[in-house]
Structure formats: C-alpha cells, structure tokens
C-alpha cells in the first residue's frame, strides 16, 4: 500500500505540469524592425500537439520562420519578459521578377552561406533559406533590391511561453524520474518493481520527447526563413503573327488535345495509362501530370528544328519558353507566370519525317509535380521509336 500512495504521488506531480502555450502577435510593427516599404505582417501559430504524449509532438507551420530570443528570455522568468526579450520567429516571403531569376537564386544563397546560413530546399524558381536571426532584417532588406517586388509578407509567432512550460515539464519529468529510481531501488515485491520499471520507462521517454523539443525550440529562436520565389521579368514583345492561318495550330498545343493520330510511347515510371484510342493515346501520375503523344500532318513542310524555333518564338510572349535539344528531340519548356505556375514540355521528336510531326506534350500542373515526374517523362522520350 506504501508504494502505492508513493506512485499516485508521482503522477499527481507529473499531472502538475502545465499545459502547453503559446502567443501570437497579431500585428509586428515592422517599420520598427526597419524593413523596407511596409511588410504586410500576420500571426502565425505553432501547433504544439497535445504535449509529450500526443504522437505528433511539436508541430511547427511550414510557413513559420525562426527568430531571435536573446538567451536570457529562456530562462526561468522568460514568460515575464518584455516583448524584445520574447522568443518570436519570423518567416519572410518575397515573390519577385528579374531578367535572369536563376542567377538572383545563386546570389541570394551565396550571401546566406556567407552570413552563416544554409539553404532548406530549392527548385525552379524558389529557394527556401535558413538565416541567423541578427541578419534576418539586413537580409530580407537586401532581396527587395534584387528585382520588381511583386508580393512580401513577414509572419510571427511567439514561442517563450512554449519553451517555458517545456522547460517545467521536463523539470518535474526528472524529478519524477529520481523519485521512481528511488522507489524502485526500496521495492521488495517483482509486481511492484515491474510496476515501477513500466513507469520509468514512460517518463524516459518523456524526458526525450521533451529535450527533443528544446532543442527544435532553441533552433527556432537562433534562426529565422526566407522564403523567395524569383520568376523571369514578363518580355514585352510582339505578339506572334496568329493571322499566319498555318501557325494557328501552335495555339493549342497546351490545351492537351490530340491534334492528329495518336502515337503510342512507353508509360513513364509512377504513371498508368489513362487512355489509347483512334482518337487519343494518354498517361496520368498520381500528382496530376499529363504525357500525351501523336503524330500530326507536317504541312505546311518544315524539319523538326524549324518547328521547335517556331513553336519558342509563338509562346515566348505568354509563358517564360526556353529550347532544349537532345539526340532523339527538340523539346520546349513552358512556365506561365502565375505565382504557382504550370509548365508544359513540347517535344518534337527528330525521328519525324516530311509527312508527319512526331510530337509529345506533358503537363505539370506546378513545379512539385515536375520536380518529381520530369525524369520519368525525359526518359521515355530519349527511348522514344
């Protein structure tokens, strides 16, 4: 009966804990932080589950950034500190045009590995940083003058409280951890040792679970993101000559339609074939790509190439269009200039002849689904007959 009372007294002490918190600023004066030209700047949450004991642990926002907490806020009195003291990360978001966005993206992540930072992920077009939080304001300052600002944002959440009541909570874990230790160093009986042993592997696991969330907790405070998506400047040209009656068929190139026979390829890893008709031959992934292939009327008469140039001149003024030639293809890769934009890939095989265009288009409904169906569809069209 002794241990008994002795254990309920340990999880009563475990129960004392508080649950976790957090705040939110609402709004982040940002001319205070001396960001350029006013910042649209919202709160952002960090879903801190259920506590240890939730399966997910700490969740943070994709879109949270990590920011500065001097390390005094993350002592026992952080709670009471004034709001420069606070643990508050930041995200910034910059949405940009430039003639040459690629070698914006290469400057960008130079400066960071200079200023002590690393790159999070990069893509077409995007790149996410990690940043020092002392350079986060200088940083995201430096960006706005690398092109035409199109959209910027800073979101931020405050986390002192977060790692205040982590902190507690893994205080009184250790604590319980040592009275356990004790316990089952006094027990006589093997139920009661077993007992014992169940629940220090328990609070173990919590004393884990909760440095785990100290140390994500510390990164957050030490480093902030910057999120920067850079996309070629819109050129303003002439729009194509589309009273020339025998280009008018370009036009509906990315509108996914079989435009002749269909022509049958290989089915691209991680896509099923969706259709193979008289009328269309088609395959689909998971993530919404479309490969479709056939085999058009060459007339009026013109090689491959004469095509492909044709095809980059007609588009260049709608989307972002650059050529890429391989031994089996020309192909065309289109990006529309949407903030999430969809790229096409036009291929002319140059095993086409004088009667017929041998021609495959794809479809990638944004830069994930071709970051990761681009290789497959590459592949079939180098094995292409």
Known sequence: MRYIILLASVLLLLACARAPHFEEYDEVDVKAMNISERSTVSARDIDMGAGWGSAGGIRASSKVAYAPAPMEAMGEDASTANFQERMVNYTGNIHLESSEPETVIDTVIQRAVAKGGSVINR????VSLQIPVAQFRDFFNYILTLGKITSKNIYASDITDAYSDNAA???????????????????????????????????????????????????????????????????????????????????????????????????????????????KWSTASALNTELI????????????????NAMLEFFKSKYSAELKTEENFSLIRLQSFEPEPEVFYIAILKKSDKKTLKIAVANFPNLNAEQKNSEAVMEVLRGAK
């Open 293 to 308: 292939a056939y085999e058009k009327e060459n007339n009026p008469q013109g090689t491959p190439d004469f095509w492909a």
């Open 123 to 126: 893509r077409n077009g995007f």
């Open 169 to 279: 909570r893994l205080r009184i874990a250790e604590i319980t951890l040592a009275r356990l230790q004790e316990l089952l160093a006094a027990a006589k009986t093997e139920p009661e040792k077993l007992a014992l042993l169940k629940e220090i592997q328990r609070v173990s696991e919590q004393i884990e679970q909760g440095k785990l969330t100290e140390k994500e907790l510390l990164r957050k405070a030490a480093f902030s993101t910057i999120n920067l998506w850079a996309r070629n400047t819109p050129v303003q040209v002439v729009p194509y000559r589309t009273n020339i009656r025998a280009f008018q068929w370009l036009a509906r190139l990315p509108e996914m339609a079989s435009l002749g026979k269909p022509f049958e390829l290989n089915v691209p890893q991680g896509f099923i074939e969706t259709e193979n008709s008289k009328t």
